[in-house]
């Protein structure tokens, strides 16, 4: 099993930063970690994606530039900072887990295996 718990969200002005975390527990070896989030009434996106090994990321169009996925030392902690928030990130934000074998795109969230609670993000303008 993987439990992974998010924190960090909060209520910004637009062109303000946040960084959520997500500490990730169990079995996580060669995972892909991913950033997503739902807004009322819209469906889950994938925001950003990192190998765990390796490195490699994959970002939404609509924060390229303005986001960035990390992870820390351990790998077990998955970071997205956001700057230059607009509105439109207004969303719940949840951490996600893809374990092998992968398959389909890294922004899918139907290609996630495991879930984090959320943590809601707020831009004012």
């Known amino acids: 099993q993987v439990q992974l718990v998010e924190s960090g969200g909060g209520s910004v002005q637009a062109g303000g930063s946040l960084r959520l975390s997500c500490a990730a527990s169990?079995?996580?070896?060669?995972?892909?970690m991913g950033w997503f989030r739902q807004a009322p009434g819209k469906e889950r996106e994938g925001v950003a994606s990192?190998?765990?090994?390796?490195?490699?990321?994959v970002y939404a169009d609509s924060v390229k530039g303005r986001f960035t996925i990390s992870l820390d030392n351990t790998k077990t902690t998955v970071y997205l900072q956001m700057n230059s928030l607009k509105p439109e990130d207004t969303a719940m934000y949840y951490c996600?887990?893809?374990?092998?074998?992968?398959?389909?795109?890294?922004?899918?969230?139907?290609?996630?295996?495991?879930w984090g609670q959320g943590t809601q993000v707020t831009v004012s303008s």
């Open positions: 996600a887990v893809d374990r092998p074998p992968w398959g389909g795109s890294e922004l899918s969230p139907q290609e996630y295996d495991y």
């Open positions: 169990g079995y996580i070896f060669n995972s892909r």
């Open positions: 990192i190998l765990r090994f390796g490195g490699s990321t």
